[in-house]
């Protein structure tokens, strides 16, 4: 894949995946832009981008929360880059929580987070999209599709990021932007995996779920948006693209219950069940 000459902007692209995507975009010679709310992390990556081999490389630190700080930071970037040929929106927050343990605002931080950060960082980027050409893809879950125990909050905020794919697909390929979401599975040395599956037994067991036998890598994720950002992939808008193993072909009976069955025992003993 070559993507020199083009531009791609990574809003939480300084850890873990997305960082992996950039990284990926980097080697294959684009111009990268990275955010995320840690100026410490936008520096580490920028260096990384650079190492890599991008043909510029800048970050910004904004919190997707804040739209008016989500606007001046695409501004920036598009300012920088030019045009945006490459949008990959993957900010997220996520823990387990049981919904009956859980605040109302602990619910409403991650549908901050993952859905409204994702209408703010699609809206800010819409005018600097390349047209026609321009490629949106939203990092979602299978939790947007799968209901899963002690996710509640999750499964709520990537069931409406799938939604925004899939309705800006048929406001925005009209006007030559495609968007499509990519959907990791469970995914190695990631900070959403050692949260979901904090031991080794309970990564055992993820993987004794996973129909080909091993965790995802970054590069599983990466490959599959610089796919979805190429020209070979023109005619692909709205899907909604899992790289997970074939475990989303499984559901998520036994892991959703381990989830919840591992926040039941760490309850203090005498609460209800429930
Ligand atoms: N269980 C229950 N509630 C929790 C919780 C947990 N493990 N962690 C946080 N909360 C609650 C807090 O108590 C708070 O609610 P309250 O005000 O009613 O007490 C609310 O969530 C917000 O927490 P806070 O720590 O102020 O949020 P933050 O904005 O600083 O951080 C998080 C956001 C909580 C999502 C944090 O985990 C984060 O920054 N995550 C990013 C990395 C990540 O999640 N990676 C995996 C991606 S899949
Ligand atoms: P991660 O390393 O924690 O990545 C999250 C990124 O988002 C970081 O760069 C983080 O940087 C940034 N971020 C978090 N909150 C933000 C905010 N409010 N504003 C701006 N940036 C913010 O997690 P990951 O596990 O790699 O997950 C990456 C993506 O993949 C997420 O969308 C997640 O839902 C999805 N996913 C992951 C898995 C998995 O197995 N790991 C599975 C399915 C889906 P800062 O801390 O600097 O803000």
Redesign the pocket.
Known sequence: MDFSGKTVVV?????????GIAESFARAGAAVAV????QA??DDTIVALQEAGAAKAIGR?????DPALVSDGLAWFAAELGTIDVLVS?????FPALAADMSVNAFKTVVD??LM?TIHVLKAAYPFMSRPGGSIIN????QAFLPYEGQAH?CAA?AGVDMITRSLSLEWSPEGIRINSV?????ED????RRLAPTQDALEMVRRNIPLGRL?TKDDVANACLFLASDLATYISGQILSVDGALYQRGSGQLGQMIGDMLRAARPAGEIEG
């Open positions: 809003v939480g692209g300084t850890s873990g995946i997305n960082r955010a995320s709310r840690s992390k936008v630190a904004f919190d997707v929360r993957g900010a997220a927050g996520n987070i993952d950060g990092i979602s879950a299978p999750v990537k959907v990791p599975g469970y995914i990631t900070e959403g995996a995802g």
